[in-house]
């Protein structure tokens, strides 16, 4: 069954640490799965939604929008990852919007089992609050990154983190436009950068990666 799936994960979550298997197993079968097709938007900003989302496969992005069409990428999600965590617990409307990348399974776990979970188990709440509170930081350190770094910087500092053995491999949907939304820029801008750091020997593109070709002076990049 799928909730047995769903089951094994929540045995995972760092934030549910510590509940007995009886506990887990009702917030399990109360939980409904739906797939969410390539471009589908699994939630808008200004929505309330009661559920907390867990991504077993796919990718999604969340993001703010600007009237002209503008995008700010906030997060990427990679399976294994929970999100809207604003939405369930401070029963707000959501900030941002959820798009899914590719096709991505989802398992919607609803408010009501949760808050019977923090009712029964307060020391789960803390937990929570620790979980959101990392997001919180993610997001302070990307405020601080469009303001006060280059495209450049942004990009250096991007390609440092994301890189496997100096190499970062590129996901179909994973192209210089949401790269650009990522960074906070366009894509003629991002292109531009890239270019220039192509000439100056720091890096190496082609469709499927990028690779790092001296790790040195794109860290001096990211610190301007």
Request: aromatic share 6%; hydrophobic share 45%; no cysteine.
């Amino acid at each position: 069954m799928k909730t047995d799936i769903l089951l094994k994960r929540l045995q995972t979550f760092e934030f549910l640490r510590g509940l007995d298997i009886g506990s887990l197993e009702r917030l399990a079968e109360s939980s409904s799965w739906k797939i969410y097709p390539p471009n589908a938007v699994v939630f808008w900003e200004g929505d309330i939604e009661s559920n907390l989302y867990y991504l077993q496969y796919g990718s999604l992005k969340v993001l703010k929008a600007s009237p002209d069409g503008r995008e700010q990428v906030l997060r990427f999600l990679d399976a294994g990852e929970i999100f809207n965590e604003i939405g369930v617990l401070a029963k707000r409307a959501n900030p941002a919007t959820a798009i899914a990348l590719e096709e991505s399974g989802v398992w919607l776990i609803p408010r009501r089992g949760l808050e019977e979970i923090i009712l029964a188990h307060p020391h789960t709440a803390y937990q929570i609050i620790e979980n959101m509170a990392d997001k919180i930081i993610e997001l302070v350190s990307l405020a601080a990154d469009l303001s006060l770094k280059t495209v450049e910087a942004r990009f250096a500092k991007l390609l440092l983190e994301q890189a496997e053995g100096d190499v970062i491999e590129r996901r179909r949907w994973n192209n210089q436009t949401e790269l650009a939304a990522r960074l906070g820029t366009v894509p003629d801008v991002l292109s531009r950068v890239i270019r220039e750091l192509t000439k100056a020997g720091m890096i190496e593109v082609d469709k499927q990666r990028i690779r790092i070709l001296d790790r040195a002076k794109l860290e001096e990049r990211v610190l301007g």
